[in-house]
């Protein structure tokens, strides 16, 4: 979903959003946004999303 709505971000303004409360102010996520999990979800400056448990360590 969160991956669905930077795109959409991306298409609509023609920049990256920089946060996940960026995507929220403009209405792109609700206000209350999370993982079932309760993981929180970043955005790199690319506009990957970035799950911390799922992100490769060295």
Not at 13 to 35: G, Q
Not at 43 to 57: R, S, T, Y
């Amino acid at each position: 979903m969160v991956e669905g709505q930077v795109q959409a971000y991306k298409m609509d303004t023609k920049k990256i959003p920089v946060s996940l409360a960026e995507l929220m102010e403009n209405e792109y996520l609700p206000a209350d946004a999370k993982c079932p999990d309760g993981t929180e979800l970043t955005i790199d400056a690319e506009g990957k999303v970035i799950n911390p448990k799922l992100a490769k360590q060295p």
